[in-house]
């Protein structure tokens, strides 16, 4: 399955939810909903990147073989099902709108029947867990659950309802059999009234999504994020005022809702967002980078570089950030200024566009062959960059090297740039020959 997801387009480290959904994953407007209820199944072999898939295949290859050979080859695949479908039905009980992938559930589900047939001495002597090996093993996972509550990343909900179908099935399904024969004492029965959760956890999950306002805002604020990369900003934004409506301090939708404020140039509504995100308070510097470029569209230089000093301070060894703030003290005409945050920029991490930026710099210092070189660079790096065939033409023109000019300006006017109105225009013969 993960070689299928990659193959298929999928972020072979980090996918987003919609890659996971579309292959598969659940998620509780679709799953119950849409009653696709087939995602309970299918959202157990679809994994959130090589680090999840490598994580859960180290604990099955850790751990099943042993319990399988304990629980018996039907009980264990029964198990490790129930386990992860339980687990992905308890997931959107605890957050509907979260997307639940992968077979941890399931795995925790088998350790928790290999656990009891242990410690209740039905597994064969030759598989059973020791004692030692039991407590070790209920610290380490309780450790993992406490260690769960602290990350956004770990589903703890699915995690411990699927440890906890484990310990349940491990009970019923691994004790000895009644010398008297009825329907009841049979495996197929036993499995049956397990399964009787699933019908009730889905009944949950349908009265915990019904008219749920969350639900309801995070489904408008995705369906808007698609129609933002399509460049749809008026229709996106209506969604976004829709989420907006049921979530009004969002700072997520706020900072989505800035972004698309500012393609449509409404920058005093788009720095009204970003400042309800910024009094949140948080760790989070991509408000004050936002802050930053509405500022610098403002033509307030000195605050976008103060908004960058923020930024900067709260992440120093970002290249970029020092990249954006030498570009706004070059609008703002501090070039030595510039100067140094683009060295800096370059020394912590060689970026085509911080090549760029300090290329201008040497432009306006009057340097062409340094900004020359650095435009080079960058467009080695990058040549479907328009802002740097802009940039270079009016360094080769500066060089009196027209020709070359021309042919930069053609190759820019092939790209989607538009030069910002502080930045230098070429010549009017040129403008006028393209």
């Not at 407590?135 to 406490?146: E, N, W």
């Not at 070059?330 to 030595?336: D, L, P």
């Not at 760029?356 to 080695?380: C, P």
């Amino acid at each position: 399955m993960y070689v299928a997801q990659t193959a298929g387009g999928c972020d072979w480290l980090k996918p987003d939810g919609d890659q996971l959904i579309n292959w598969g994953a659940s998620f509780g407007p679709e799953t119950i909903d849409k009653a696709e209820y087939w995602r309970l199944f299918t959202a157990i072999f679809v994994h959130a990147g090589i680090i999840h898939l490598a994580l859960n295949l180290y604990a099955l290859m850790g751990f099943g073989p042993m319990a399988e050979t304990a629980l018996g080859r039907w009980r264990f695949l029964f198990i490790f099902i129930l386990s992860g479908i339980v687990g992905a039905l308890s997931s959107i009980l605890a957050n509907p709108t979260n997307t639940s992938v992968g077979c941890s559930g399931a795995n925790l589900g088998i350790i928790g029947a290999f656990m009891v047939s242990s410690w209740l001495k039905r597994a064969n002597i030759s598989v059973r867990l020791t004692r030692p090996q039991l407590v070790l093993l209920s610290v380490f996972l309780l450790y993992s659950a406490v260690l769960g509550l602290t990350s956004t990343f770990v589903d703890n909900a699915a995690h411990l309802s699927g440890f906890a179908t484990g310990l349940l099935a491990g009970v019923f399904l691994t004790g000895k059999k009644s010398s008297r024969a009825n329907l009841f004492n049979s495996d197929p029965a036993k499995a049956l009234a397990l399964t009787m959760v699933v019908p009730v956890l889905i009944a949950c999950d349908t009265q915990r999504l019904a008219n749920n306002t969350d639900v309801k805002s995070y489904l408008d604020h995705r369906a808007a994020n698609v129609l933002l990369k399509q460049k749809k900003f008026l229709h996106g934004i209506e969604l976004l005022d829709s989420a907006l409506a049921y979530r009004p301090n969002d700072p997520s939708i706020l900072k989505d809702r800035a972004r698309a404020l500012i393609e449509i140039e409404q920058y005093d509504k788009a720095l009204e967002d970003i400042n309800r995100v910024i009094a949140t308070g948080g760790k989070d510097i991509l408000p004050y980078i936002t802050r930053a470029r509405i500022h610098h569209l403002l033509k307030q230089e000195g605050k976008a570089v103060a908004d960058m000093d923020e930024a900067i301070g709260k992440t120093p060894g970002d290249a970029l950030l020092f990249n954006n703030r030498a570009w706004y003290k070059m609008a703002q005409g501090s070039y030595q200024s510039a100067l140094v945050d683009a060295d800096h920029s370059i020394k912590l991490k060689p970026l085509d566009t911080t090549y760029d930026t300090r290329g201008m710099v040497y432009y306006f210092l009057g340097q062409y062959q340094l900004a020359g070189a650095d435009l080079k660079e960058a467009i080695n790096h990058n040549d479907k960059d328009g802002g740097y065939h802009y940039h270079y033409a009016l360094i080769l023109f500066a060089l009196n090297k027209a020709v070359e000019g021309h042919a930069e300006l053609k190759r820019y006017s092939e790209l989607d740039y538009k030069p910002e109105a502080w930045e230098p225009k070429p010549p009017v013969d040129v403008t006028s020959s393209k």
